[in-house]
């Protein structure tokens, strides 16, 4: 099976450029950070700190269970742009640690997939199709989309490019 680490690594690039527009969007609007790092789309879902976190978690989770890799674990203490950007780093540093060999049989192999009901389970390339991306790409659509709803300036190319 191909390597998911480019597309995993080049959305967590989007994201952390995207925090990078946020947080200049911040002190240009003299906006406190935590105001923004709380904010959320409705009050049942995850804000914006949580949602960079849980796309981090998802990216290693995804490449861990695909490769057969020990994830490292996090604190998810992260409470300020520069410490989710840390975040960030060290989850493309774990992720650029896994070689393309390491997915040779993921194909094949059959995976738990969280969140689905028990005893549910799937070859690799269908669990990376319809958990491990869906999942990864949804707190990155989410986090982009609590900094739309709250003015910072971010088109379809910040989601889709880093810029």
Avoid at 33 to 48: I, N, T
């Amino acid at each position: 099976m191909e390597s998911p680490i480019p597309d995993l690594i080049h959305g967590l690039r989007c994201l952390s450029s995207n925090l990078t527009k946020a947080e200049a969007h911040c002190e240009s609007h003299k906006i406190t950070p935590e105001a923004l790092l709380k904010a959320r789309l409705f009050p049942d879902m995850f804000d914006l700190t949580r949602n960079v976190t849980t796309a981090c978690d998802a990216a290693k989770f995804t490449a861990a269970r695909l490769s057969q890799t020990e994830p490292p674990r996090y604190e998810d203490n992260e409470a300020s742009f520069s410490e989710l950007q840390v975040r960030i780093a060290k989850t493309i540093a774990f992720l650029e640690t896994i070689a393309d060999t390491a997915f040779a049989t993921a194909e094949t192999r059959e995976l738990a997939v969280p969140l689905a009901p028990e005893g549910t389970a799937h070859d690799g390339r269908t669990y990376l199709a319809r958990y491990g991306f869906p999942n990864f790409y949804f707190h990155l659509a989410t986090a982009y989309n609590i900094l739309r709803h709250n003015g910072v300036v971010l088109g379809k190319r910040d989601f889709l490019w880093v810029s």
